[in-house]
């Protein structure tokens, strides 16, 4: 589902990503490791196609990215995408529910029905029941960061990037998460890319990989994992 070949990215004098290969395929979950300032939200986005590596390819189900127009690329996240952001990105104007509604009715899947089910499904699964009615000023950052989630999923997206997506939950919650985004790798056969400090979330995954200054090499669970950052 994700190939990623060479990715060299540099911001001025500063060398980000150098020879990043990584594939996932669909109904993987594989975990990204690497200390603070690595480059992991970098690498994300540049998947995403929301920012530009200097060198490589990053093919997205046989198409790719780099040779996406601004508009194809919007087009690629709608319908393939689900993005877990670090900084949750979460609209502040719209309610729980709308929010995580938001990619269905982009793709004209929302409305009364289907869309809806899944919408509060959703929020049940990430602990947020009976939450839909509020806005996101009402919420702990734990709560946003569900949000985040299930929206991310909603879609059931192709290719799930999620940035530290346990990083403000308490271990039953993030376990809870971590198994909905198996549930999602493994019934939707979507492809995980998960970013994570957690030893908990690499455990659980296919595959655990560490993100270093010279590239991408495999990693032990176990060993590998930081302790999360203060
Ligand atoms: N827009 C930017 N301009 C300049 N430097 C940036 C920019 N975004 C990130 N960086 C730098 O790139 C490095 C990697 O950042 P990031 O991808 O956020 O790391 P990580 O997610 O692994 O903590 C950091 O040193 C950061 O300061
Ligand atoms: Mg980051």
Redesign the pocket.
Known sequence: MLQIKGLTKR??D?R?LHRVDLQVASGEFVALL????????????CIAGL?DADEGRIVLGGVEVGALDADGRALMRRERLGFVF?AFHVLPHLSVEENVALPLRLLGRAGPGAGQDRVRMLLDAVGLAGLGERLPAQLSGGQLQRVAIARALVHEPALILA?EPTGNLDPTTAARVLDLLLDQARRSGAACLL?THSQAAAARADRVLR?TPQGVEAAAAAAAAAPAPA
């Open positions: 911001y001025g500063t980000v690497g200390e603070s300032g690595v480059g992991k939200s970098t690498l994300l986005n920012d670090q940035d970013v993100l």
